[in-house]
């Protein structure tokens, strides 16, 4: 930009233009101040002429302002005008001066250029070998160069792209994504990130690109471009995403079987505190999960030591079984579980959790113990038979002696002293008597076994009651035993084994009335309860006697434990009518409160067991 | 000592149990019974093959044969004795199985000794009337099936030799 008047102007317009070769400098616009010879000039040299006045420069911006005027008005208005500028001084020497100094900074100026050159050149070899994908396009986005990375990556060659956009090289949808990032990075000149697909050899490509403007002159003449491939980041996102869906797919399904198992499963803390509660527990223990979480899991047990320290076992070794442990549910049921604890430990190792199975093997651990009391009893049924047999046999003998004296004492006695003869006629009586007290043992021993004949009939329950209470008629009297019947009308009838129940009855109404004679003063009471229930019948049979100890409750029923006093029970009198419900399908159970009750309840179905249960006793001996 | 009559009951008693074979023997024939006594099975069936018996008291186990086993043999030969089993054990399939081959009842160690008394008396009263239910029968039948008076006559010299033995 010149500004300027006269004469002088025109000079200094001819001096530049014939200078070209030394100053890059260059004469973008004159102004003449005031004689037309500049501006003639001017038009000489191909340089435009904005105008005359110095009001015409309008909004033109100017770097270097020569000034041929020493007129301090005009020289104070172009500072005002151009504060950025610099005003070269007034006279034709002094811009002479201006000129010279004017080619120094320009030489200053073509070092740096040079050193831009140089910077350039590295930039460049940077760019070809970075382990990173990087191209250049210019303000057209047309590929001025692209790395060898990026090349590689993308499968492409170099001679492929120059000079195209990338319309030549991606399918429509990836080349319009990226267009539109690089014109916003060129029309906003600041660097943009942006993530994307590309396809690359036939294959989807994520992709993540930083894009920096190269501004030249103050426009952005084109841009940079760095490309990470992040298909393998993206698919892992993916993938671990999936998983993560899957995981919780587990978690829910492993949460449902947990809560939906029949077995009984909860979580406590370190500490034994439950967390957890689920659905087979409620159901099993009959409380409700509100109830217990929050409580020690070892309340819920019959011998709380016993799992704690299966507990402690658990939280040391990180597993623990006990085979055969008793819960108690809410109803104080006992129920036999087997139980097994493991511990779940956090990620730095410490105990989290610990997961407790229970499964109820309440019913199997009862079979089981009803299989193994049954067969007991066919073992010692066997014993019992073969000493009573061994003993019979002796006993028939001195029987026999002992009546051939008493028959000689009878018929030949008289040679005897009248006291001898009674002495011995007695002895000989006593004899009797008392083999006849062997024989009545050694005969109830021998009796279940002989009763072993089995024949199934229809079974007035009632009647059968009232018939086995006739065969004690006798005791009855004797204790002043009252009998309250409480009898369900129209109790069902059903198909079990007669002379068996009878059995059951007589012997369990005895018990009752050895009971209730055991306790002098009171007056016995004998109530029996009938009642049908869905598949089976019950027949509760409640003594006031002296009740049954909580240590004996669940022994009464084994052989030869006999709570009676010493010569009055043989311990098989339980044992045997236990036996024979389980073989009929039935079941007993007894309750007590020692000194004041006791009371069996005898459960029967109504439809006999399909596959007969072992019979043990009808065994061969 | 032996109080027997001609018409005594003829009874065989087979126990092994000495004791009671020599006292059991000795209390019968005082009471008018014919008694002959093995201790075990091979005596028993020995003692049959020379004679024949109303009634056979057997002890149901023995050491060489069972009381069952003796008590088949012995009726092979002599269809018509009765035999009473004695038993200490009560195993009730053997008595079932004396109750098949017709004992004439089986009676549980130490027994009443009157009842078993009484058991001979009614076994070989039983006997008799079998006996001579079937005596009367075949001699009915031969008298039906022979028209030769001299073949009846000597059939029935023959008929009666074979129960004359009895």
């Not at chain 1, 070092?111 to 460049?124: A, G, P, V, Y």
């Not at chain 1, 947990?258 to 077995?263: A, G, H």
């Not at chain 1, 009898?487 to 012997?507: E, G």
């Amino acid at each position: 930009m010149l500004v300027g008047d006269g004469p002088l102007l025109a000079d200094l317009v001819t001096a530049l233009a014939s200078l070209p070769r030394v100053t890059p400098l260059r004469v973008f616009a004159v102004i003449d101040l005031g004689a037309a010879e500049g501006a003639a000039r001017a038009r000489e040299h191909g340089v435009p002429l904005v105008g005359t006045r110095l009001d015409d420069l309008g909004a033109t911006e100017a770097d270097l302002v020569l000034v041929t005027t020493a007129d301090p008005d005009l020289e104070s208005s172009l500072v005002r005008r151009f504060p950025d500028a610099r005003i070269v001084g007034a006279g034709h020497r002094a811009l002479l001066e201006g000129l010279g100094r004017l080619g120094d900074e320009n030489r200053a100026l073509r070092l740096d250029s040079h050193r831009l050159k140089e910077t350039r050149l590295r930039l460049n070899q940077f760019v070809e070998t970075a382990p990173m994908a990087i191209y250049i396009k210019d303000r057209d986005l047309r590929y001025r160069k692209m790395n060898a990375h990026a090349l590689n990556v993308l499968g492409l060659r170099e001679a492929a792209i120059l000079g195209r956009t990338d319309h030549a090289i991606y399918p429509g949808g990836a080349a319009r994504w990226l267009q539109r990032v690089e014109q916003e990075t060129l029309r906003t000149r600041q660097t943009l990130h942006a993530s994307g697909v590309l396809q690359a050899k036939g294959e989807t490509m994520h992709v993540h690109v930083t894009l920096f403007p190269v501004i030249e002159d103050g426009e952005a003449a084109g841009l940079y471009g760095l490309m990470e491939d992040t298909t393998e980041l993206f698919e892992s996102a993916q993938k671990l995403h999936r998983v993560d869906e899957q995981l919780t797919e587990t978690q829910t399904y492993l949460r449902e079987v947990l809560e939906n198992s029949r077995d009984m499963i909860f979580l406590t803390d370190p500490r034994g505190l439950l967390l957890s509660f689920n659905s087979g527990a409620e159901q099993a223990l009959a409380y409700s999960r509100d109830e217990v979480v929050g409580t020690p899991a070892h309340t819920l047990c019959a011998s709380p030591g016993e799992f704690e320290k299966l507990f402690a076992t658990a939280l040391r070794d990180g597993h623990a079984v006990a085979y055969e442990a008793e819960l108690r549910s809410r109803d104080r049921r006992a129920v036999i579980c087997n139980i097994s604890l493991t511990l779940i430990k956090g990620p730095d190792g410490r105990a989290q959790e610990m997961v407790c199975l229970c499964r109820d093997i309440t019913t199997r651990v009862r079979l089981k113990n009803d299989l193994i009391r049954s067969e007991r009893l066919a073992a010692v049924g066997q014993m019992a038979s073969g000493v009573a047999h061994e003993i019979n046999n002796p006993l028939a003998v001195i029987d026999t002696i002992g009546g051939l004296v008493e028959e000689t004492l009878r018929d030949e006695g008289d040679r005897l002293s009248p006291e001898t003869r009674e002495i011995l006629t007695r002895a000989m009586q006593r004899l009797h008597a008392q083999v006849q007290r062997c024989t009545t043992i050694t005969h109830s021993l021998l009796g279940f076994v002989r009763n072993a004949q089995r024949g199934m009939s229809e079974i007035d329950l009632h009647a059968l009651i009232d018939e086995s209470l006739n065969v004690l008629v006798t005791e009855l009297r004797r204790s002043g035993t009252e009998v309250n019947r409480h009898f369900q009308p129209d109790l069902p009838h059903f198909r079990s084994d007669p002379t068996m129940l009878q059995q059951v009855f007589v012997n369990l109404f005895k018990n009752a009335v050895d009971a209730m004679e055991a306790v002098p003063g009171r007056a016995s009471l004998l109530e029996i309860t009938t009642a049908a229930d869905g598949a089976q019948v019950t027949v509760q049979i409640q003594d006031n006697g002296v009740g049954i100890a909580p240590e004996d409750r669940d022994r009464i029923f084994d052989l030869f434990h006999t709570i009676k006093p010493v010569g009055r029970g043989t311990g098989l009198g339980l044992a045997i009518v236990h036996d024979i419900l389980f073989r009929l399908g039935g079941s007993i159970r007894v309750a007590s409160e020692p000194g004041r009750w006791a009371r069996f309840i005898v459960t029967l179905p109504l439809e006999p067991p399909e596959t007969p249960r072992p019979d043990p006793l009808s065994l061969k001996m | 000592m032996t109080e027997a009559k001609p018409d005594a009951i003829r009874l065989l008693l087979v126990d092994d149990e000495e004791d009671l074979v020599t006292f059991l023997a000795h209390r019968l024939r005082k009471r008018g019974i014919e008694v002959a006594v093995a201790v075990n099975g091979q005596q028993a069936l020995d003692a049959a093959a020379a004679r024949t018996f109303d009634v056979a008291v057997v002890d149901l186990k023995m050491p060489d044969f069972d009381g069952i086993t003796v008590m088949e043999r012995l009726k092979k030969n002599q269809p018509f004795l009765e035999v009473l089993m004695l038993t200490g054990h009560g195993s009730h399939d053997s008595a079932w199985e004396a109750g098949r081959l017709h004992a004439f009842r089986y009676l549980l160690k130490p027994y009443d000794f009157d009842e078993l008394h009484g058991l001979i008396e009614q076994a070989a009263t039983q006997r008799r009337q079998k006996l001579s239910a079937e005596f009367a029968t075949r001699l009915a039948d031969l008298m039906a099936g022979t028209t030769s008076a001299r073949d009846l006559i000597e059939e029935c010299d023959r008929l009666r030799r074979e129960y004359e033995q009895d």
